[in-house]
T-cell receptor, first 114, second 112 residues
Framework: EPEVTQTPSHQVTQMGQEVILRCVPI?????FYWYRQILGQKVEFLVS????????KSEIFDDQFSVERPDGSNFTLKIRSTNLEDSAMYFC????????????FGPGTRLLVL | LAKTTQPISMDSYEGQEVNITCSHN???????ITWYQQFPSQGPRFIIQ???TKVTNEVASLFIPADRKSSTLSLPRVSLSDTAVYYC?????????????FGQGTELSVKP
């Protein structure tokens, strides 16, 4: 069964450093998402991406965040200058079509900012 | 997106049937009801989706009354591996964004 993959599985970084989280969505999917989950809290929407542009972003997704689909397979989330509060699990998700269809989540990247 | 309310936690024993009810009083005509499961340190996983009446798949059943203001996820004969957080989501996702809004979910604990 096709699946969303994410790398790295874990990342430790120093405050103020840039991090890039990578995702490979399912190949025929057209809609891409990033979510995050701070330890012990609920899953929060960050950004959605379609047709090579951001469709929607949450208040969390400020100027420190950016997304990119540099080629036909990868979907990246960049945090320009990490803060301690950015420590969380980051999940990438994708879905195939525009209607209310299943979003498939990746296994996540656990980011720890020291 | 319609607000949902579900129990914070539930306990069960292996082999029992578990029913988790979600309230969504302001569900809109175009809204679907979707349930996700999340194991610790993993991404949410789609379980089942429905619009009205009853839907069944190899994992669960979803019961939706005629007024659609609530729904019940039914897990038959749970095992220890069903211990997870279960989320009820309501929305139409009809826009290009289609973001999912997760609540706190129901933490199901299955005991031997």
């Amino acid at each position: 069964e096709p699946e969303v993959t994410q790398t790295p599985s874990h990342q430790v970084t120093q405050m103020g450093q840039e991090v890039i989280l990578r995702c490979v969505p399912i190949s025929n999917h057209l809609y891409f998402y990033w979510y995050r989950q701070i330890l012990g809290q609920k899953v929060e929407f960050l950004v959605s991406f379609y047709n090579n542009e951001i469709s929607e972003k949450s208040e969390i997704f400020d100027d420190q965040f950016s997304v990119e689909r540099p080629d036909g397979s990868n979907f990246t989330l960049k945090i320009r200058s990490t803060n301690l509060e950015d420590s969380a699990m980051y999940f990438c998700a994708s879905r195939v079509g525009p209607l209310w269809e299943t979003q498939y989540f990746g296994p996540g990247t656990r980011l720890l900012v020291l | 997106l319609a607000k949902t309310t579900q129990p914070i936690s539930m306990d069960s024993y292996e082999g029992q049937e578990v029913n988790i009810t979600c309230s969504h009083n302001n569900i809109a005509t175009n809204d679907y009801i979707t349930w996700y499961q999340q194991f610790p340190s993993q991404g949410p996983r789609f379980i089942i989706q429905g619009y009205k009446t009853k839907v069944t798949n190899e994992v669960a059943s979803l019961f939706i009354p005629a007024d659609r203001k609530s729904s019940t996820l039914s897990l038959p004969r749970v095992s220890l591996s069903d211990t997870a957080v279960y989320y009820c989501l309501v929305g139409d996702g009809g826009n290009q964004g289609g973001k999912l809004i997760f609540g706190q979910g129901t933490e199901l604990s299955v005991k031997p």
